[in-house]
């Protein structure tokens, strides 16, 4: 799907009067309203930085980038938006959007430590091979994930501890690791 078909379906969540499962739980509707805000907000406000810009406006064959998200997901409220960003700097680059828990269910070859780990972003040359594989989260939020986890931190100062990180950094390394990989 398009960014836009994904934005309409986000917003189709929020205005449901009956959402569908797992949106009918009172806490991912929760998730996904504050995460159509955050979402929002960094495409109003994030910027590309320039060495990143130039780097992908210096692509010279098709790639095709696709994005495996859901509207709940916290992490993906905070890079989703970036990958937008940088993939529209470049015609060479298509960029589809899939839900990762509906068809055709394509996380189920990119699992991260056997999980279903998102977002998840997959670079493809024009030929359909991939050429990167990148996420669900940058380097150092995953550092902070995985030590919380191993502290075992409670979900709810889990979700905070990150989303602070997010908003502390301004979506540099998320930028930085996907240009990386160009």
């Known amino acids: 799907m398009t960014f836009q078909t994904y934005l309409e379906q986000f917003e189709q969540i929020l205005n ?4 569908k499962a797992p949106y009918d739980n009172p806490d991912y509707f929760n998730y996904t309203k504050l995460n159509w805000s955050r979402m929002n907000r960094w495409l109003k406000k994030g910027e590309i930085l ?3 810009k130039e780097k992908i406006q210096s692509i010279k064959e098709a790639q095709q980038w696709i994005v495996i998200t859901e509207p709940w997901c916290g992490d993906a409220s905070h890079i989703v938006p970036f990958i937008h960003m940088m993939a529209e700097l470049n015609p060479l680059i298509h960029i589809d959007f899939e839900l990762r828990d509906a068809e055709p269910n394509r996380i189920e070859n990119y699992l991260t ?3 279903k780990a998102i977002p998840k972003l997959i670079i493809k040359n024009a030929k359909g091979e991939d050429i990167a594989v990148w996420g669900p989260r940058p ?3 995953q550092d902070l994930y995985t030590k919380m986890h191993a ?3 409670p979900f709810e100062e889990v979700k905070i501890k990150l989303q602070n990180w997010y908003n502390e950094h301004h979506g540099v390394e998320i930028q930085e690791e996907i240009a990386g990989l160009l």
């Open 16 to 19: 449901s009067q009956n959402p």
């Open 139 to 141: 380097a150092a939020s």
């Open 113 to 115: 430590n056997g999980g």
């Open 151 to 153: 502290d075992e931190v």
């Open 50 to 52: 320039p060495h990143v």
